[in-house]
């Protein structure tokens, strides 16, 4: 991806296995809020089923490969986007940069919201 | 650059008009969609490490009607998009595509077989199903 040299080829090989990822953490995901562990929707939305989930290894391990997996799937689907809107190596970059600092931005906030809550800092 | 975006949406539209066109049209808007949600869903959730009440009052906020407008467009757009997205991995890695034949007259798209359109027409029903199941969870209609 841009300066870090990695190939087209190489970048779509990763989403298929967002893809791949997605398919058994986003099923497990909806489970944890139907009856995986709570009775109803209402019941995981409360603050203390929130904070249990993100204390419970298993889950947490799944929010943060949801989230690494979705993110990528969907900034990489949104710079093929953009890419088809213009073209030119300036445009490139900017949008890979762009890109990047907003797969860094949506990483960083939801992995700090994970290690705060896991910690209780 | 806006007037490119309209181009590369009018794209969709223009004659002559395939399944498979308007296909790829609503697999990027969903998709757009999907990431708009993702980027406030993370916001959302990161509300829980300020506390109880800060979490209870971003709740209270998402107990909006809109709000659940919001989610019914979320359940069709997320369904078209991963049962569609399923077609387009399958045309990608499988000889599901069609085999390439001499472009003689009338024109007939050759990647979009009986396998694929069939796939197809399950996105569109399975679309519509949970905008069905949306309603009746939401509304309770």
Same mark, same amino acid.
């Given at each position: 991806?841009?300066?870090?040299?990695?190939?087209?080829?190489?970048?779509?090989?990763?989403?298929?296995?967002?893809?791949?990822?997605?398919?058994?953490?986003?099923?497990? !995901?909806?489970?944890? !809020?139907?009856?995986?562990?709570?009775?109803?929707?209402?019941?995981?939305?409360?603050?203390?089923?929130?904070?249990?989930?993100?204390?419970?290894?298993?889950?947490?391990?799944?929010?943060?490969?949801?989230?690494?997996?979705?993110?990528? !799937?969907?900034?990489?689907?949104?710079?093929?986007?953009?890419?088809?809107?213009?073209?030119?190596?300036?445009?490139?970059?900017?949008?890979?940069?762009?890109?990047?600092?907003?797969?860094?931005?949506?990483?960083?906030?939801?992995?700090?919201?994970?290690?705060?809550?896991?910690?209780?800092? | 650059?806006?007037? +490119?975006?309209?181009?590369?949406? +009018?794209?969709?539209?223009?004659?002559?008009?395939?399944?498979?066109?308007?296909?790829?049209?609503?697999? +990027?808007?969903?998709?757009? #969609?999907?990431?708009?949600?993702?980027?406030?869903?993370?916001?959302?959730?990161?509300?829980?490490?300020?506390?109880?009440?800060?979490?209870? #009052?971003?709740?209270?906020?998402?107990?909006?009607?809109?709000?659940?407008? #919001?989610?019914?467009? *979320?359940?069709?757009?997320?369904?078209?998009?991963? /049962?569609?997205?399923?077609?387009? *991995?399958?045309?990608?890695?499988?000889?599901?595509?069609? +085999?390439?034949?001499?472009?003689?007259?009338?024109?007939?798209?050759?990647?979009?077989?009986?396998?694929?359109?069939?796939?197809?027409? *399950?996105?569109?029903?399975?679309? #519509?199903?949970?905008?069905?199941?949306?309603?009746?969870?939401?509304?309770? /209609?």
């Amino acid at each position: 991806m841009g300066g870090l040299n990695l190939g087209e080829s190489t970048l779509q090989l990763v989403n298929y296995l967002m893809i791949a990822l997605i398919l058994v953490a986003l099923p497990l !995901h909806f489970a944890t !809020h139907a009856f995986l562990g709570v009775t109803s929707q209402e019941e995981s939305l409360t603050y203390d089923s929130v904070i249990g989930r993100y204390r419970a290894s298993a889950t947490v391990i799944l929010l943060a490969a949801l989230l690494t997996g979705a993110s990528y !799937h969907g900034l990489y689907g949104l710079r093929k986007i953009l890419l088809e809107v213009s073209s030119g190596h300036r445009w490139d970059r900017v949008v890979t940069m762009g890109i990047v600092a907003a797969g860094i931005l949506m990483l960083g906030w939801g992995l700090s919201t994970i290690i705060v809550a896991v910690t209780g800092t | 650059m806006i007037e +490119r975006v309209g181009n590369l949406a +009018r794209s969709v539209f223009r004659r002559p008009l395939n399944l498979e066109k308007l296909a790829f049209g609503i697999q +990027r808007l969903s998709g757009v #969609g999907i990431l708009l949600y993702l980027m406030m869903h993370v916001f959302v959730t990161g509300t829980v490490t300020g506390g109880r009440e800060v979490w209870e #009052g971003m709740m209270r906020l998402l107990a909006d009607p809109m709000a659940d407008v #919001g989610k019914l467009m *979320l359940f069709i757009g997320a369904t078209f998009h991963g /049962v569609n997205g399923m077609r387009v *991995l399958l045309l990608e890695l499988t000889p599901l595509a069609g +085999r390439p034949v001499r472009p003689d007259y009338p024109y007939r798209v050759q990647s979009l077989g009986t396998g694929q359109r069939l796939i197809l027409y *399950l996105a569109m029903i399975m679309a #519509g199903l949970s905008a069905i199941a949306g309603i009746f969870i939401l509304w309770g /209609v």
